[in-house]
């Protein structure tokens, strides 16, 4: 019997409270994250009004997804420096830092006055502030991933790491539940004028009490022991680019898919389906909220099985299904039904959540604990700017350029492709050690 096959069954089945706080509390900040993400994508029509508008809609809609886009362009910068700043003198300092950065930009947002008072210094602070919420989200996913899988029971990382995607899911959640009782609650006129500043609004109060539950954490284990044997590197960035380019590679091809489905489906979604399919918006947001809470329940078995199969098994599989998915699930949307659209995105998601399940505690897997926030935020955000960011953009510009509806399902199924290449070509992970990156002898799996 292995090492790792023993650890599974003489390991303990779950956290003390101490550590399910701190997982919470590191998890906290991609609820804001994405719960910003999602106002941004659900009220782009409003924002293209009331800060974009160029005359032209369709003009007004990509300079609004445009300035979504170049926000991204920032998130390597914030990688960079968190990333440093978190190999170098801890998770907690980094992550509380961030989410106060979070919270205080996504609500100034909600102060910025429109273009009809301010002229063209309204579209620029919306850009400010799209571009401080990009430096800090380069730094929030690793650091929180990193974080959770250090503290999480080796047997059960997969599964723990989970909660970062279940909670940037309720983040998501949250926000479209928002949006839609304002948009039901109030009338078109109330809804531009005030109403979509109030969820903007309660970004602060949000991040105050994530901040304070961050305040109170606790340096990881794995990162105490790390410094504490002298094993932590001056300059983590520059060691994870020499000795784990491959990782990085690796990384940024597996987030193409996954991140692009997220962006093109349920950020995207509500407007495309209204705007390009004609959709009831109440009809097009509650079937994306309720593909969000599927996605949460498949996140969460898959997850599961990743623990015990392994995490390669389920990124190639998983961006397989994109690939076949994208098309047959885009023919279900255009049926314009709440029912048939909710199946369409639900088909796609299935993969999505295949790979997604795995992530947390695949890529903290491949890197050593003493570059692993570096290493993570170089490879992510790598891949979350080039596919990500840009997919409510580029839907846009290939609908306008190709006249048809079904280009973001040719843009998925591309983003799957590379998926599927970087999936066959990463090493499995299930049993490696934290410490080095690299999985030992004696932790190998179990022959089958």
């Known amino acids: 019997m292995t090492e790792h096959s023993l650890a599974q069954r003489t390991a303990p089945s779950g956290l003390t409270?101490?550590?399910?706080?701190?997982?919470?509390?590191?998890?906290?900040?991609?609820?804001?994250?994405?719960?910003?993400f999602v106002l941004y994508g659900y009220f782009a029509s409003v924002f293209s009004v009331l800060f974009f508008d160029g005359g032209d809609p369709a003009v007004s809609l990509m300079l609004t997804f445009l300035v979504f886009g170049i926000s991204f362009v920032v998130r390597p910068l914030g990688g960079v420096l968190f990333g440093y700043i978190g190999d170098r003198y801890g998770r907690k300092v980094t992550l509380s830092t961030i989410i106060l950065t979070i919270s205080c930009a996504t609500a100034l947002m909600a102060v910025v006055p429109s273009y009809a008072s301010i002229g063209v210094a309204a579209p620029l602070l919306i850009l400010l502030l799209r571009c401080l919420q990009g430096l800090s989200a380069g730094g929030e996913w690793m650091g929180a991933a990193a974080y959770?899988?250090?503290?999480?029971?080796?047997?059960?990382?997969?599964?723990?790491?989970?909660?970062?995607?279940?909670?940037?899911?309720?983040?998501?959640?949250?926000?479209?539940?928002?949006?839609?009782?304002?948009?039901?609650?109030?009338t078109a006129e109330q809804l531009q004028s005030w109403g979509w500043r109030i969820p903007f609004l309660l970004a602060f109060p949000l991040g105050m009490?994530?901040?304070?539950?961050?305040?109170?954490?606790?340096?990881?284990?794995?990162?105490?022991?790390?410094?504490?044997?002298?094993?932590?590197?001056?300059?983590?960035?520059?060691?994870?680019?020499?000795?784990?380019?491959?990782?990085?590679?690796?990384?940024?091809?597996?987030?193409?898919?996954?991140?692009?489905?997220?962006?093109?489906?349920?950020?995207?979604?509500?407007?495309?389906?209204t705007t390009d399919l004609g959709m009831d918006s109440a009809t097009a947001r509650a079937a994306c909220m309720a593909a969000m809470l599927i996605l949460v329940v498949l996140v969460v078995v898959f997850a599961r099985l990743c623990d015990r199969i392994g995490r390669k098994p389920f990124v190639v599989w998983g961006a397989a299904l994109v690939l076949?998915?994208?098309?047959?699930?885009?023919?279900?949307?255009?049926?314009r039904s709440f029912v048939a659209v909710l199946l369409g995105i639900a088909l796609i998601l299935i993969g999505d959540a295949m790979m997604l399940a795995p992530q947390p505690a695949l890529f903290s897997e491949l890197f050593?604990?003493?570059?692993?926030?570096?290493?993570?935020?170089?490879?992510?955000?790598?891949?979350?700017?080039?596919?990500?960011?840009?997919?409510?953009?580029?839907?846009?510009?290939?609908?306008?350029?190709?006249?048809?509806t079904y280009a973001p399902a040719m843009y998925l199924?591309?983003?799957?492709?590379?998926s599927l290449v970087a999936a066959l070509l990463v090493t499995e992970t299930l049993g490696v050690s934290l410490r080095t990156g690299k999985i030992e002898p004696d932790n190998a799996l179990p022959a089958s």
Not at 374 to 402: D, E, K, Q, R, W
């Open 324 to 335: 076949i998915t994208a098309p047959l699930g885009f023919l279900l949307i255009h049926q």
């Open 17 to 36: 409270r101490e550590k399910r706080r701190a997982i919470i509390a590191a998890c906290i900040g991609n609820f804001l994250e994405w719960y910003e």
């Open 413 to 418: 199924s591309a983003g799957a492709v590379i």
């Open 209 to 273: 009490v994530g901040l304070y539950m961050r305040l109170k954490l606790e340096e990881s284990e794995e990162f105490e022991a790390m410094s504490q044997s002298q094993e932590r590197e001056k300059s983590p960035l520059l060691s994870a680019i020499k000795e784990n380019w491959r990782s990085i590679l690796l990384v940024c091809g597996l987030v193409c898919s996954p991140t692009m489905c997220t962006y093109v489906l349920l950020v995207f979604g509500p407007t495309f389906l």
């Open 368 to 404: 050593p604990t003493s570059r692993r926030y570096s290493g993570l935020a170089i490879g992510y955000n790598l891949g979350v700017v080039l596919f990500g960011g840009a997919g409510p953009l580029v839907a846009t510009a290939l609908i306008t350029a190709t006249g048809s």
């Open 148 to 186: 959770v899988v250090e503290s999480a029971p080796a047997h059960r990382r997969a599964f723990y790491g989970s909660w970062q995607t279940i909670t940037i899911t309720l983040g998501m959640f949250t926000a479209a539940s928002s949006s839609l009782i304002l948009t039901a609650a109030l």
